[in-house]
């Protein structure tokens, strides 16, 4: 009988202080089947290194700052088997705040010096958990076949490439990858963007097909009101990948929507879990496929200050063939649409009004005329297969109450906008009426 493989993500948040070490060494101790870490950079690691990337020349302490902040964490690491790799990782930095003296724009050393914090890490934890004997060993993702879809900044793993390199040799044991980079297209080393580490984390799990994937995290679970906001509010037991995927797209902070696809296609769990609870027998939240539930809201997103730019267009081949091109730019610039309506003669696109200045250019460009109208919020009503009536979620009194119109409707979500900028107060409204709120 084959063992079941579980995944287990860290980030920085979850590796503060030896304690938490002395936690992942306690989870992975008695975690049944094989474990598999995927790693970020010790707390606030990575940041040092931005600023050093930035002003290489007045990095000199660097490298002896991070040798002793990790020798902290794992004192044995330097009389260890592993003290040669500990040491070239270290010379690595160095060459690379060198290399960007003299040059500052060379973004190949920039990910070099950047992914360090990783392969730092991988070394510290995977010493620790030697020390309770452990079979662990750290592993660059680069090393073991790991592709990203890109050059310098990728947006998403390449699965497909990495099924074909993927080295699973190196995968014996309790293997400790860096998370947030891999091989580019090109050849050389490129970063993910934000939330990196845990794609990394579900893309291996795909690669591997493991059982299920565990984002350690220093929160209960997945909200459903961004805390940000004041508003308290309970876990969600569980998400459908759709659900997920919206609520992260706009709003949690908890998970990036790169995190859920690499699971989608083949089922695999993804469980949210507090560290500091590492005896729980159950994970906060888990997301999973969609099931068809009861249809009710299970959260709230919410996307402030954004703005519609509207345009007309006579011809409907014009119109077909102007907008593709403008959502062909919007992509290249990477400006959301948040949403599309076109139908003969008229358009619509939503977009953030931070992102208004790039997309009002690139829609100048192909039509001559267009009209701006701002709102104060963009609302996304989160749950599974939907009424396509809001009218079952939301009575038509509570919209004029809270001055929204239905932006779009599909099976995991209905969205709204206003003009309105209290968005605290309508929050609270909409979340007492779904019963998503910790009644005071």
Same mark, same amino acid.
């Given at each position: 009988?084959?063992?079941?493989?579980?995944?287990?993500?860290?980030?920085?948040?979850?590796?503060?202080?030896?304690?938490?070490?002395?936690?992942? &060494?306690?989870?992975?101790?008695?975690?049944?089947?094989?474990?598999? %870490?995927?790693? =970020? #950079? @010790?707390? $606030? !690691?990575?940041?040092?290194?931005?600023?050093?990337?930035?002003?290489?020349?007045?990095?000199?302490?660097?490298?002896?700052?991070?040798?002793?902040?990790?020798?902290?964490?794992?004192?044995?690491?330097?009389?260890?088997?592993?003290?040669?790799?500990?040491?070239?990782?270290?010379?690595?930095?160095?060459?690379?705040?060198?290399?960007?003296?003299?040059?500052?724009?060379?973004?190949?050393?920039?990910?070099?010096?950047?992914?360090?914090?990783?392969?730092?890490?991988?070394?510290?934890?995977?010493?620790?958990?030697?020390?309770?004997?452990?079979?662990?060993?750290?592993?660059?993702?680069?090393?073991?076949?790991?592709?990203?879809?890109?050059?310098?900044? &990728?947006?998403?793993?390449?699965?497909?490439?990495?099924?074909?390199? %993927?080295?699973? =040799? #190196? @995968?014996? $044991? !309790?293997?400790?990858?860096?998370?947030?980079?891999?091989?580019?297209?090109?050849?050389?080393?490129?970063?993910?963007?934000?939330?990196?580490?845990?794609?990394?984390?579900?893309?291996?799990?795909?690669?591997?097909?493991?059982?299920?994937?565990?984002?350690?995290?220093?929160?209960?679970?997945?909200?459903?009101?961004?805390?940000?906001?004041?508003?308290?509010?309970?876990?969600?037991?569980?998400?459908?990948?759709?659900?997920?995927?919206?609520?992260?797209?706009?709003?949690?902070?908890?998970?990036?929507?790169?995190?859920?696809?690499?699971?989608?296609?083949?089922?695999?769990?993804?469980?949210?879990?507090?560290?500091?609870?590492?005896?729980?027998?159950? &994970?906060?939240?888990?997301?999973?496929?969609?099931?068809?539930?009861?249809?009710?809201?299970? #959260?709230?997103?919410?996307?402030?200050?954004?703005?519609?730019?509207?345009?007309?267009?006579?011809?409907?081949?014009?119109?077909?063939?102007?907008?593709?091109?403008?959502?062909?730019?919007?992509?290249?610039?990477?400006?959301?649409?948040?949403?599309?309506?076109?139908?003969?003669?008229?358009?619509?696109?939503?977009?953030?009004?931070?992102?208004?200045?790039?997309?009002?250019?690139?829609?100048?460009?192909?039509?001559?005329?267009?009209?701006?109208?701002?709102?104060?919020?963009?609302?996304?009503?989160?749950?599974?297969?939907?009424?396509?009536?809001?009218?079952?979620?939301?009575?038509?009194?509570?919209?004029?109450?809270?001055?929204?119109?239905?932006?779009?409707?599909?099976?995991?979500?209905?969205?709204?906008?206003?003009?309105?900028?209290?968005?605290?107060?309508?929050?609270?409204?909409?979340?007492?009426?779904?019963?998503?709120?910790?009644?005071?």
């Amino acid at each position: 009988m084959n063992k079941t493989i579980t995944v287990h993500k860290f980030g920085g948040s979850c590796l503060r202080d030896i304690s938490d070490l002395n936690r992942i &060494a306690e989870v992975i101790k008695f975690w049944p089947g094989q474990s598999i %870490l995927v790693v =970020s #950079a @010790l707390w $606030g !690691t990575t940041d040092r290194l931005m600023r050093a990337s930035q002003e290489p020349r007045y990095a000199s302490r660097l490298v002896s700052d991070l040798s002793r902040q990790h020798l902290r964490f794992a004192p044995g690491l330097i009389d260890s088997k592993n003290a040669n790799l500990f040491n070239s990782v270290l010379k690595g930095i160095e060459h690379s705040l060198e290399e960007l003296s003299r040059s500052p724009d060379d973004w190949n050393a920039t990910n070099r010096l950047l992914a360090a914090g990783e392969r730092l890490s991988a070394l510290v934890v995977a010493h620790h958990l030697q020390e309770f004997d452990i079979q662990a060993h750290p592993v660059g993702a680069e090393d073991i076949g790991l592709k990203l879809k890109g050059i310098n900044r &990728a947006p998403i793993v390449d699965i497909d490439a990495s099924m074909e390199k %993927l080295d699973h =040799s #190196a @995968l014996f $044991g !309790t293997p400790v990858i860096t998370g947030w980079f891999g091989e580019g297209t090109d050849g050389e080393l490129a970063l993910l963007g934000r939330g990196g580490s845990d794609h990394t984390a579900t893309s291996i799990a795909h690669l591997v097909n493991a059982d299920k994937v565990i984002l350690w995290k220093d929160v209960e679970g997945v909200l459903p009101l961004n805390p940000r906001w004041g508003i308290e509010s309970k876990p969600i037991p569980y998400l459908g990948y759709g659900e997920a995927v919206e609520l992260a797209r706009l709003d949690t902070p908890v998970l990036h929507p790169a995190t859920v696809e690499p699971l989608r296609s083949i089922g695999i769990p993804l469980e949210i879990r507090d560290l500091r609870g590492v005896h729980q027998e159950k &994970a906060s939240s888990i997301i999973g496929p969609d099931l068809h539930q009861t249809r009710k809201v299970k #959260a709230i997103g919410c996307l402030p200050s954004i703005a519609r730019i509207s345009v007309d267009s006579p011809s409907l081949e014009v119109q077909s063939e102007k907008l593709g091109r403008v959502l062909i730019q919007l992509a290249q610039e990477n400006v959301p649409c948040w949403n599309l309506d076109s139908v003969p003669g008229h358009i619509s696109w939503i977009v953030s009004q931070h992102d208004l200045t790039v997309a009002t250019r690139i829609v100048s460009e192909h039509f001559t005329e267009h009209e701006i109208s701002e709102f104060g919020v963009m609302f996304s009503l989160v749950g599974n297969k939907l009424p396509e009536d809001s009218e079952f979620i939301l009575t038509q009194q509570l919209k004029e109450l809270l001055e929204v119109e239905v932006l779009s409707i599909n099976e995991h979500a209905i969205r709204l906008i206003s003009k309105n900028k209290d968005v605290h107060s309508m929050l609270k409204v909409l979340a007492d009426h779904l019963e998503l709120a910790i009644e005071a």
